[in-house]
């Protein structure tokens, strides 16, 4: 089983929670036990396992980034002013893979599902749900 | 087949070779071809694939991670001081993906499984194993 | 089905783009929707999606990661001089796992598939690509 989910954005860098999505995704699919495969579309997102208690860590995220990846000195910024965002996608990295336990993903208490934006808004960005039952 | 792998951390920020359970956990699912999903339960820890000769490049990760992402300057340290704790394991990030090839990781002569721990000690970490066929 | 992509590289640290090698597997395996786990065997090696328009963000994943891991400063340099690359590669991560969606990687217009080498010029590396059928 394979879904898309669809999201609007409307931040040039952050973080969103698709927890809940990929919450009812697994319980559609009805598979017990497998994995959950969440891949970004999109050479400027990624997606990242995070706390979601408050926004402070995702505040953290962008700010640690921005620091660690300045933008405008990039080669690739003389096309469309977005190396900034490329290189955070590529570090961050477009897939997780989570576990399904007893037809829920097997997230500990404080681990959420984020879709992060390096280069929004956007009116629409994709993010692909695979689901695999294990042997 | 999915089993839990449990986990005593000692140091504040470690890593810890679990090549040798994740062994055991593909022998015993008799999987020929296929994958072993590694996930690290709890948002403060991470997976990493990484050289075990001895513990030198075990200490230059911890080292490069405590320059990169400094302690107590988060907006997340006001709640509960591990603000680069989560910030790490972001960027590390949650899970590996391994090959199984011949009932046994397809891993490289100098390449191990570490669970990264940032916010320890710990009595207790998880990380969940997740095994699939090939089709 | 499991194949494992092999390849030469020519430089010290470089971005080689094996979506073409991926996209032949995936057709071989007759798997309409499910997954492709590409892994990088070597711990000085690495998987990114990233953007392959022209050259531009290859060489600025190469100077930011160059930026941020500097080489030479590092205890495994004692044994053979390469502690950046293994830190490089520890931080992209050895594996990414992308959709199949009908027979192809379900990859956006701007994703490729990248080996990144971070120790080389090599004259064989391993990237074994795993295809799994979705429930």
Avoid at 10 to 16: E, R, T
Avoid at 27 to 41: E, H, W
Avoid at 46 to 51: N, R, S, V
């Amino acid at each position: 089983m394979q879904t898309t989910i669809t999201l609007k954005t409307d931040k040039q860098n952050g973080l969103y929670d698709i927890t809940a999505e990929v919450v009812s995704i697994i319980s559609q699919s009805n598979v017990k036990t497998g994995l959950a495969s969440v891949y970004a579309r999109g050479s400027t997102g990624a997606i990242m396992i995070q706390e979601n208690w408050d926004k402070s860590v995702q505040n953290d995220v962008i700010k640690l980034l921005r620091k660690l990846i300045p933008s405008g000195v990039w080669e690739h910024d003389c096309q469309d002013s977005n190396g900034d965002a490329h290189l955070k996608a590529g570090i961050v990295g477009a897939s997780e893979t989570i576990p399904i336990t007893d037809f829920k993903p097997g997230l500990s208490t404080w681990q959420n599902i984020f879709f992060c934006e390096f280069d929004g808004p956007r009116e629409k960005r994709e993010i692909v749900v695979t689901i695999i039952e294990d042997k």
